[in-house]
């Protein structure tokens, strides 16, 4: 539990100051100094970037933790072996970009940005193989470093470039210049502090982790797929081109800040724990993944009420530099894309949960299934309702997510303790969202928001919930 505690509060404390980074890069320097569509297909190429950078990991990130938290002396090994797959993917992958960029904006600004984000994703994706290190070692300090070195950067070089009137393309190939920082302090932390990068090839090494990653990369790439597509979807799609997503992409990275939460959480800090258990202690996965479950209710649950009730508030607040009718047009995603925000909380444990029980098939299905929903849901959605529609496609498929996925999770893998601390949540996180909704005329956002999370957190602490876990070491 301390462990957890200790992992949990250390990535989200790097990865919060990270986003805080880009808040202030994207909600503040960069709608004053470009334009909308510039903005615009800076989102689009981030998306098709992050898409195909999925395939250099090809699901091998999840099993690599997996095997080195359970064979912690042969790290070099598994490191050195993956890391040979990986830069081959990564040839693949970056030319794949490059490709599809020129096919679908021709010989636009977009392709350029492309050719940088691409790289920078390259070198990023080679570094999240040393971050595994940290994490299968539960020793996450080490990732908080690389974080907060590579947003720095990105914060003091980007935002001096946009400032002194460089040009989008120039911010570019800033997050590659920050990306070769982060993987420079990698291989740095994890040759002097955990292991030498000392290794033979070894086809068994490399089958093995590949027959466990192969299925999870397929359901990886869905994964990939539903959370990017939309933006391309969008720019193709939307009577009003990439502008579209300006409004969408502003409004979807604000609700992405928050679920770092998630990210540090399960996937960082309660990913060994829960495989560790289901291989070696099947009886106490069902208290653990009950634990999870109730601190993403009790963080998922608030968010997604209070930024749907101060979408319009914040909004104004963020983008004061647009037209009333541009800021309209963000805070109504914003409403729709914070219930996605709230769900992504639990979509998270049912994600985690099928990795940590190595569940490759299923989650396959699962991430295949929801991707597929998403992409229908988009081609119907978005010509009739813009990029609103691409917010509501988002919605309706994480309930879709959620209900097989818990569904699942309950019947084959484990199946929570208790369930009273919902009802709680959703009790004084309703109570709160009244309240919010009868003072955002009177009161300024900046006492309702900490006044909301006061009354919110000091009614789980009286109802008993905020210090409930579990016993693990």
């Not at 569509?37 to 091998?60: D, P, R, W």
């Not at 690389?146 to 003091?156: I, N």
Request: aromatic share 12%; glycine share 6%.
């Amino acid at each position: 539990m301390k462990r957890i505690l200790k992992n949990t509060t250390t990535l989200l404390s790097a990865h919060l100051l990270g986003r805080l980074t880009s808040l202030i890069l994207t909600f503040w320097l960069m709608p004053q100094f470009f334009t909308v569509n510039e903005l615009g297909g800076y989102f689009v190429a981030i998306a098709l970037t992050n898409l195909i950078a999925s395939l250099t990991e090809l699901g091998i990130q999840n099993p690599l933790i997996r095997e080195m938290t359970l064979n912690l002396s042969q790290t070099r090994h598994f490191l050195g072996n993956a890391l040979l797959v990986r830069i081959v993917l990564s040839v693949i992958a970056y030319t794949l970009m490059i490709v599809f960029g020129i096919i679908l904006w021709s010989t636009s600004t977009i392709v350029t940005m492309v050719v940088y984000l691409g790289l920078a994703e390259i070198v990023n994706s080679i570094a999240q193989l040393y971050r595994c290190v940290f994490r299968a070692h539960e020793e996450m300090k080490y990732e908080a470093v690389t974080v907060l070195a590579e947003r720095g950067m990105l914060l003091l070089v980007g935002g001096g470039a946009i400032l002194l009137g460089y040009n989008i393309v120039n911010v570019c190939q800033v997050w590659l210049l920050a990306g070769c920082l982060n993987l420079v302090l990698s291989i740095a932390f994890a040759r002097f502090r955990f292991t030498p990068l000392s290794f033979k090839p070894s086809r068994k090494v490399i089958v093995g982790l590949m027959q466990q990653a192969l299925p999870f990369a397929v359901g990886n790439l869905f994964n990939l797929v539903y959370f990017r597509i939309d933006a391309i979807m969008l720019s193709k799609l939307s009577p009003d081109g990439v502008d579209a997503n300006t409004w969408y992409g502003l409004a979807y990275t604000l609700v992405n800040v928050f679920t770092i939460l998630p990210g540090a959480f399960l996937m960082g800090a309660m990913f060994p724990v829960l495989s560790r258990l289901y291989v070696n202690e099947r009886d106490k996965l069902p208290q653990a993944y009950t634990f999870a479950v109730r601190w993403m209710v009790i963080c998922g649950v608030p968010l997604a009420i209070g930024l749907a009730v101060l979408s319009h508030e914040i909004s104004n607040l963020l983008f004061f530099k647009y037209t009333p009718d541009t800021i309209e047009k963000i805070a109504t995603a914003l409403r729709w894309l914070s219930a996605t925000g709230g769900m992504v909380f639990l979509s998270t444990v049912v994600i985690t949960m099928l990795r940590a029980a190595d569940k490759r098939r299923v989650f396959s299905i699962f991430m295949g299934t929801t991707a597929l929903l998403n992409i229908i849901l988009n081609f119907i959605l978005i010509p009739r309702l813009n990029h609103v529609g691409a917010a509501i496609a988002m919605v309706i498929s994480e309930i879709y997510l959620l209900v097989i996925g818990f569904s699942y999770i309950s019947k084959r893998i484990a199946k929570l303790t208790e369930f009273s601390f919902i009802f709680k949540v959703v009790i004084i996180s309703a109570v709160m969202g009244v309240g919010l909704v009868l003072l955002k005329g009177v009161l300024s956002i900046w006492i309702l928001i900490p006044l909301a999370m006061r009354f919110y957190f000091g009614g789980i602490v009286l109802w008993g919930e905020f210090w409930i876990g579990f016993e693990s070491d």
